[in-house]
C-alpha cells in the first residue's frame, strides 16, 4: 500500500542534543511538508519542498533543519537551537500545492 | 492576514443526533478548502477538498460545503466511530505553497 512512513513514533532529547525525524512516501509525490502540532492550535508548517534539492522555510522554521536528496525522503532535523521542541510532529506530501495532503502518522518528540 | 476558525472547540453528541462544525476562513482568495479527520496519536486523514461557493461534496454521514466565508461539515446520524478531531484547511489564492490549518473540532459520540 502506497503512504508515508514516519519513524521513530516516539523521540526523546536531551539538552544540547540534534535529533533527526525520518519522512518516507512511496507515492510518487514531488511536494512534500513538516507540520508541528501543538494542543489548541492548528498545524504550523516548518519546512516545505516542491522539488529533490530544494525546499523553503515555512512559518517556524527557526531551529529546525531539513535535507530533500531523494524524492521519497525529506528527513527533519530538530537542533539544539530549538528552545521548546516538545511537540507532535507530522509529514505530509502531495501530488502538487492545490491537492490534499497525505500525511504519516507522527513522531511526538518530548525533552529528557 | 490568512487565518481559519473552527467551531466549536468540541461537540459532545448522542448517538444518531446530526449536527454541524463550522469553519470560517479569511484568506487573500481561496484556492481550496479541505477537511480532515484526525484520530489521538494519528495523522490526519484527507476527507474532501473544495473549490467553490456552493459546492457539496458527501460521504457515508458526512457533507461539507461551502460558501464565500465559511464551510460546513455536517454529520448525519452519527455513530460513536466519527469520535474524532476534524481539521479545516485554506489554500490562500497567493500563488504559494503554505495551506492555513485550524485548530480542530474534536468530536465526540456517545452510544
Known amino acids: 500500500d502506497g503512504g508515508i512512513t514516519q519513524s521513530p513514533k516516539y523521540l526523546f532529547r536531551k539538552e544540547g542534543q540534534n535529533v533527526t525525524l525520518s519522512c518516507e512516501q512511496n507515492?510518487?509525490?514531488?511536494?512534500m511538508y513538516w507540520y508541528r502540532q501543538d494542543p489548541g492550535q492548528g498545524l504550523r508548517l516548518i519546512y516545505y519542498?516542491?522539488?529533490?534539492?530544494?525546499?523553503q522555510k515555512g512559518d517556524i522554521a527557526e531551529g529546525y533543519s531539513v535535507s530533500r536528496e531523494k524524492k521519497e525522503s525529506f528527513p527533519l532535523t530538530v537542533t539544539s537551537a530549538q528552545k521548546n521542541p516538545t511537540a507532535f510532529y507530522l509529514c505530509?506530501?502531495?501530488?502538487?500545492?492545490?491537492?490534499?495532503?497525505?500525511f504519516g502518522d507522527g513522531t511526538r518528540l518530548s525533552i529528557l | 492576514e490568512d487565518q481559519v476558525t473552527q467551531s466549536p472547540e468540541a461537540l459532545r453528541l448522542q448517538e444518531g443526533e446530526s449536527s454541524s462544525l463550522n469553519c470560517s476562513y479569511t484568506?487573500?482568495?481561496?484556492?481550496?478548502l479541505f477537511w480532515y479527520r484526525q484520530d489521538p496519536g494519528k495523522g490526519p486523514e484527507f476527507l474532501f477538498t473544495l473549490y467553490s461557493a456552493g459546492e457539496e461534496k458527501e460521504k457515508e454521514r458526512l457533507k461539507a460545503t461551502l460558501t464565500k466565508k465559511e464551510s460546513f461539515l455536517h454529520i448525519t446520524a452519527p455513530k460513536p466511530e466519527d469520535s474524532a478531531t476534524y481539521l479545516c484547511a485554506a489554500l490562500p489564492n497567493t500563488g504559494g505553497f503554505k495551506t492555513i490549518f485550524g485548530a480542530g473540532t474534536r468530536l465526540f459520540v456517545k452510544a
Open positions: 505530509a506530501s502531495s501530488q502538487g500545492v492545490n491537492q490534499p495532503q497525505h
Open positions: 519542498s516542491q522539488i529533490v534539492n530544494d525546499f
Open positions: 484568506v487573500s482568495g481561496l484556492r481550496g
Open positions: 507515492l510518487n509525490h514531488d511536494a
